[in-house]
């Protein structure tokens, strides 16, 4: 077949099959491509929507982008169910087989170094959000009966929602210091903009942890236990995913596709 080619992840040999039905980016099927004892996983995608120019111009249309990604993703996901990968940026793009083995032979040392550290390991995502909104709408303020009333009930709010940021810096702090001394490692996210996720409350807490599979158990459990822990809190784990925060992307080449874009956020 014919075509670019996409790469997902760098592995190593693994024997238990992808799923039968797993279709990838563009709808073609995953495809394992050996090399020098590692495994670049990747589809074949056309040309006319994967050379550079096209591409820029697709990744300006967030439906196109969106199934991009969510097709980029369930092939992360199910090599992670089979093995550890080191999943690439999205729309990763090599002209050929070729152009993917030269990328492979350059970034050997720093695939290898770097799948040693993941083995055996996925991240976690958490998140905490001050839910301040709703707590405002289930106590609406008493209609002011003058100015002075009004200043009371203004300088009220503000201290009642000093209080809440002190209270959630505070468990947000303490909760990352808890789940960074169980895990293997961790990092810290930018908060999420509400209006782009769509989540209630202001996220401020937005990390990864990398946790060993065998630990992984009592990894949740530990998040599960702080749920409740604090009204106006709501902590939020996702997971377990293939180790995005801890891999970097080693791939560098000379990609047909020009500079990919990063994997959206969890």
Same mark, same amino acid.
């Given at each position: 077949?014919?075509?670019?080619r996409y790469v =997902?992840?760098?592995? !190593?040999?693994?024997?238990? %099959?992808?799923?039968?039905?797993?279709?990838?980016v563009?709808?073609?099927?995953?495809?394992?491509?050996?090399?020098?004892g590692?495994?670049?996983?990747?589809? &074949?995608?056309?040309?006319?929507?994967f050379a550079e120019g096209?591409?820029?111009?697709h990744?300006?249309d967030?439906?196109?982008?969106?199934?991009?990604?969510?097709?980029?993703?369930?092939?992360?996901?199910a090599?992670t169910?089979?093995?550890? %990968?080191?999943?690439? !940026?999205m729309?990763?793009?090599?002209?050929?087989?070729?152009?993917?083995?030269?990328?492979?032979?350059?970034?050997?040392?720093?695939f290898?170094?770097t799948?040693?550290r993941? *083995?055996?390991?996925?991240?976690?995502g958490?998140k905490v =959000?001050?839910e301040?909104?709703?707590?405002d709408?289930e106590?609406?303020?008493? $209609?002011?009966?003058?100015?002075?009333?009004y200043l009371?009930?203004r300088?009220m709010?503000?201290?009642?929602?000093?209080?809440?940021?002190? *209270?959630?810096?505070?468990?947000?702090?303490?909760?990352?210091?808890?789940?960074s001394?169980y895990?293997e490692?961790?990092?810290? &996210?930018? %908060? *999420?903009?509400?209006?782009?996720?769509?989540?209630?409350?202001?996220?401020?807490?937005?990390?990864a942890y990398?946790?060993s599979?065998?630990e992984?158990e009592?990894?949740?459990?530990?998040?599960?236990?702080? $749920?409740?822990?604090?009204?106006?809190?709501?902590?939020?784990?996702t997971?377990?995913?293939?180790? =995005?925060?801890f891999?970097?992307d080693?791939?560098?080449?000379?990609p047909v596709?020009g500079? %990919?874009t990063?994997?959206?956020?969890?």
């Amino acid at each position: 077949m014919t075509g670019l080619r996409y790469v =997902y992840a760098v592995c !190593r040999p693994f024997g238990t %099959p992808l799923q039968a039905q797993l279709t990838g980016v563009a709808g073609d099927p995953p495809r394992l491509l050996h090399h020098h004892g590692l495994v670049a996983v990747v589809s &074949h995608v056309p040309e006319r929507d994967f050379a550079e120019g096209p591409l820029h111009r697709h990744l300006e249309d967030l439906d196109w982008l969106t199934a991009t990604a969510r097709a980029h993703q369930g092939v992360i996901d199910a090599l992670t169910v089979v093995t550890t %990968p080191l999943p690439l !940026r999205m729309a990763t793009v090599f002209r050929d087989d070729s152009g993917v083995r030269v990328m492979m032979e350059e970034r050997e040392e720093a695939f290898r170094r770097t799948l040693d550290r993941l *083995q055996g390991r996925v991240e976690w995502g958490v998140k905490v =959000y001050a839910e301040t909104e709703s707590k405002d709408k289930e106590t609406p303020a008493e $209609k002011p009966a003058s100015g002075r009333d009004y200043l009371r009930q203004r300088r009220m709010k503000v201290r009642s929602n000093e209080d809440l940021w002190q *209270q959630a810096e505070t468990f947000a702090n303490r909760l990352h210091e808890t789940l960074s001394t169980y895990a293997e490692d961790s990092r810290l &996210h930018a %908060p *999420q903009n509400a209006a782009l996720s769509g989540a209630s409350g202001q996220n401020v807490l937005n990390a990864a942890y990398l946790v060993s599979r065998t630990e992984s158990e009592e990894f949740v459990e530990l998040v599960d236990r702080t $749920k409740g822990e604090v009204p106006g809190m709501r902590v939020e784990l996702t997971g377990p995913w293939a180790a =995005y925060s801890f891999s970097g992307d080693p791939a560098s080449g000379d990609p047909v596709s020009g500079d %990919p874009t990063q994997k959206e956020d969890r």
